[in-house]
């Protein structure tokens, strides 16, 4: 299984930046997929998920200005982030759980619920 992120890179503040995610290799697809990030010296935090039912849950700082997508076809996650703050700069992960171990209703914001990351994209918001 495989996670690429892509779109990555320097916005000012109040501007916008859509991230993607490719998914390969795997059988049989996550319940959910999800955005997290991590910033230096802080803990990696969950940022938006998405159910495979089309359920979405954000985390508290970004809601109403980021907006998880995905194109099942494409078999492609997606991020939009307007409104953009310097507290957005972060390293931006895709994460998945391919091997659906569990079934949540409310696609989960808790890296342990996942277990397929990608290597991450840079996110830089200057003032």
């Known amino acids: 299984v495989q996670l690429v992120e892509s779109g990555g890179g320097s916005a000012q503040s109040g501007g916008s930046l859509r991230l993607s995610c490719a998914a390969s290799?795997?059988?049989?697809?996550?319940?959910?997929m999800g955005w997290f990030r991590q910033a230096p010296g802080k803990e990696r935090e969950g940022v938006a998920s998405?159910?495979?039912?089309?359920?979405?849950n954000y985390a508290d700082s970004v809601k109403g200005r980021f907006t998880i997508s995905q194109d099942n076809a494409k078999n492609t996650l997606y991020l939009q982030m307007n409104s953009l703050k310097p507290d957005d700069t972060a390293m931006y992960y895709c994460a998945a759980d391919f091997s659906r171990r569990y079934y949540y209703y409310i696609p989960p914001l808790q890296p342990i619920q996942y277990n397929n990351w990608g290597q991450g994209t840079q996110v830089t918001v200057s003032s």
């Open positions: 290799g795997y059988t049989y697809s996550s319940y959910y």
């Open positions: 998405i159910h495979i039912e089309g359920r979405t």
